[in-house]
């Protein structure tokens, strides 16, 4: 059987919003007329960082485009990263640039007066210095106005370079999927949540963990009973030496299936859970776990490796599984997820059954099947 996990929250991603509509004379006159101003405005709202993933460099980041026009639709047809000479060294348009904007996005690549959207980027390079140390934008509009094409470019925007943290693996034993897995499409990448009046992805780098039998089913027998399912009751350990900032248990579980035992609120969504400081703006989440299974408390020092508790099927969950993520803020969703990379892994082939790859200092990324390290032979 196989399941989709949801992530916490409802997505919210590039969702048509009115600005603010109070004009001036001035702001009223802008207009893409003789004074050659585009009437956009483009911001990366968290900074782009370096990450590897099967043996590539990566760069996961947002572009938020903003309409500033009183009147009349802007179509953007393209973007592209330029190179030191102002050359386009990376252009995306057309489908490629339509999915990049969430296709539910009631917004799309079309403006209308004071709307934004935004662009979800994600670059791959054989080497991190391929990746340029900064990134400047052009971005090329249309407006309904005026057939010629409208192009501003955009500031310099600095790329976090240094090295991201190195955890261990919150799971152990063979069969990990990594579901909604890093990747430019996943809900956990495009899950943008707008809370006190800022939007976070907390998501961004976070992964469903759910165990498959070598046959690759999840679950062997009646499909709506949890203990049946491989991940259920699997040991989840704490990913670095670090602190318990957060601390939950008593959610009933859910029946695997569509049914929540609770309502689901910011609050109750990671159902029984755990968050760990692991390090300065570097908090470690783990999710869904089973009721009277959470061993640490608030305020807790722990060990990496340590049980930290049991997979379950709580919360704002399907099926039994580990909801895991790395972010800058003691919360699930209040926060931006930051990448990081896991010590040491297989990978097994899709195309070579029995086939692995071991990877190390690595970020899996969507659907890759995982062998972690076998858990430690009891005492």
């Known amino acids: 059987m196989r399941i989709s996990f949801l992530c916490l929250l409802v997505l919210l991603s590039s969702v048509e919003v009115t600005l603010s509509q109070t004009k001036t004379a001035e702001v009223s006159q802008i207009t893409h007329d003789s004074l050659g101003i585009v009437p956009i405005d483009v911001a990366v709202p968290d900074p782009p960082t370096v990450f590897e993933a099967h043996e590539r460099w990566n760069l996961c980041y947002e572009l938020r485009i903003s309409s500033f026009a009183d009147k009349g639709d802007l179509e953007i047809t393209s973007v592209a ?3 030191p000479n102002h050359e386009a060294l990376v252009s ?6 339509k999915g990049s904007i969430d296709p539910q996005a009631a917004v799309g690549t079309t403006l ?17 210095d391929d990746i340029r140390p900064v990134l400047r934008h052009r971005v090329n509009l ?3 106005d005026d057939a010629s094409e409208l192009s501003t470019e955009t500031p310099e925007v600095a790329v976090d370079r240094r090295p991201v943290m190195v955890i261990d693996p919150p799971l152990r034993g063979d069969g990990w999927e990594a579901v909604n897995g890093p990747s430019n499409s996943s809900l956990h990448r495009r899950a943008i949540l707008p809370v006190n009046g800022t939007a976070f992805i907390g998501q961004k780098y976070a992964i469903d963990w759910a165990q498959s039998y070598p046959d ?3 679950s062997h027998g009646d499909d709506k009973v ?12 704490a990913v670095a030496d670090g602190t318990i900032t957060e601390s939950k248990d008593g959610v009933p579980e859910n029946v695997p299936g ?39 408390k608030l305020g807790d020092r722990v060990k990496s490796g340590q049980v930290l508790g049991l997979v379950g ?35 097994q082939a899709s195309d070579k059954p029995g086939t692995v790859a071991r990877r190390q200092r690595e970020l899996p990324v969507q659907n890759d099947l995982i062998n972690f390290a076998a858990p430690p032979a009891p005492q």
């Open 92 to 97: 995306i348009s057309g489908n490629d640039l």
């Open 226 to 237: 949890n203990k049946n399912f491989r991940s259920y009751g699997q040991p989840v350990y």
């Open 216 to 218: 690759g089913k999840l």
């Open 142 to 144: 249309k407006s309904a």
């Open 81 to 83: 990263i330029l190179g």
């Open 313 to 347: 099927n709580s919360g704002n969950a399907t099926g039994p599984h580990l909801h895991f993520q790395v972010c800058d803020a003691n919360s699930f969703l209040v926060c931006n997820g930051i990448p990081y990379a896991i010590s040491s892994f297989e990978v």
């Open 258 to 296: 569509d049914s929540r035992a609770v309502e689901i609120t910011m609050d109750s969504a990671p159902g029984n859970h755990v968050i760990e400081q692991i390090g300065e703006h570097a908090y470690a989440a783990y999710a869904h776990m089973q009721p009277g299974s959470v061993r640490v």
């Open 112 to 128: 209308k007066p004071r709307t934004y959207t935004t662009v979800f980027m994600w670059l791959s390079a054989s080497s991190p």
